[in-house]
């Protein structure tokens, strides 16, 4: 599998055997995330907005009204930072220097472009639908053209990208076992709970599987106990 | 309560009536959320990094090691933004255009400044810690002056700040509500599972009750079942 190659921006400075620049690793926690973290600069005051998205290959679908002051920012090609972090559990170690999270993070730079061709925009419009809630696309009523004028999506070229991650048990310092102190993970994940009906939907219609049974794709906690 | 006040920073220019600069509003949202997201630039490259924090009044506390990166450069005092965001549920409209999500965010514009007073910083090691799993800063062992050397605390100051929220049921064309499509919402939260002991803790240590029934301070989901 192909790596991102790092420069200066997404080399890791410290903790270097927690961080990835391979593309199967970085893919996997794209793919996961609902809500990316995009930075961008306007005059020298960065920016940062979350937002859903869709990857494909090495590009980030964004979406949003054609109005968005954020959009209207990122198509004029400025340097931009997408970052998706995934929380999996907090660390509690013995000493309070070495607490910490279990997280999947990745930090990609790039810049993006307005999608302008229509059949392109409606593919990245079904992209980020189908990222968020696989198989909603073919149910929902799908855009018109009033819709489409109305909205502007861009890509983001990834041009490096990495990856960082924790997991596992804390890591005290040796003499610190010995203390009476209680330390492991308490694990996070984000859970789906039962559809709640519009209050307007017709009586006897139910949810629809990808709604009744969600979950986000490629799951792969750290602090999962089972 | 006081209020924020807008400047063209942060005031929302699209769907006003989801946007909030009250001190209550964004207060609870940054005292609930886990992770922000700190944008800032270097030599016109957005940075996009997660990190843990705490909130004392208008100043959030972040730390990490003294050779981190964006320490060093926040520290200096560079236009920054601090992003926090809490995502409660998928909303599932009858049309694609009208999908969305449900969420509360902050985004925080400000300054970051080291701590150089050793009390104070020892405080803010604490609040961080007590933000993020409350309880824990009177069991384990505090940090000793080798470690204090080895850890950058820096205060960011809010000097402006905005809440978004959006709650409730997808809202349709009016002509959509006779379509035959499932709408609603897919509630999601964050749960912590059962805490995984460190394979090195001594038999029969049982976690503290902080960490066997984890849960985050002020939850207030949109769209929570019960």
Known sequence: ??????????????????????RETIYKILDEGLLCHIGFAVDGQPYVIPTSYARAEDTLYVHGSAASRMLKELQKGVPACVTVTLLDGLVLARSVFHHSMNYRSVVAFGRAALIT??????????????????????????PNE???NQTSVLEFSIEEASAKIRTGPPLDDEEDYALPVWAGVVPLE???????????????????????EYQRPNSNRSGRKD
Chains 1, 2 share one sequence.
């Open 1 to 22: 599998m192909t790596t991102f190659t790092p420069t200066g921006r997404s080399k890791l400075r410290r903790l270097p055997t927690r961080g990835y620049t391979d």
């Open 117 to 142: 061709d229509a059949d392109k925009k409606i593919e990245a419009l079904r992209a980020i639908t189908e990222h968020i809630i696989s198989g909603r696309w073919a149910d929902a009523r799908t």
């Open 146 to 148: 009033k819709e489409l």
């Open 190 to 212: 984000l859970n789906a709970l039962a559809p709640i009906r519009d209050p307007r939907l017709s009586d006897g219609m139910a949810p629809p599987t990808y709604a009744a």
